[in-house]
């Protein structure tokens, strides 16, 4: 939802209010950065949530995008690399490389 918002209001000239976005956000960095203390912090699932983390700042043109595509790479990396990825998850490893 918050991409979506994000993404709309960078699109119209009528701004959505942010507020339900940034609440979206704030839990879902909450639920992330818990999971990746645990044992499976390198799941598709935690790299595809960092994904949408790094789109949501990217849209909104915040510095704190680099954070989360580091943090892609280095998770990629610890996987084996976007080929490994790609050997059992061919989606995720195709959009790890747009």
Not at 47 to 56: D, H, N, Q
Request: aromatic share 6%; net charge positive.
């Amino acid at each position: 939802m918050a991409v979506c918002i994000t993404a709309l209001n960078a699109l119209c000239k009528q701004q959505k209010d942010t507020t339900k976005a940034v609440g979206h956000i704030t839990h879902s960095l909450r639920l992330v950065n818990a999971r990746l203390s645990g044992s499976h912090a390198l799941s598709n699932e935690n790299i595809a949530a960092v994904m949408v983390m790094w789109l949501y700042e990217w849209f909104r043109g915040r510095h704190q995008c680099s954070v989360h595509f580091d943090g892609l790479v280095r998770m990629a990396e610890l996987r084996g690399g976007v080929a490994e990825i790609g050997r059992t998850t061919p989606k995720l490893a195709q959009k790890l490389l747009r």
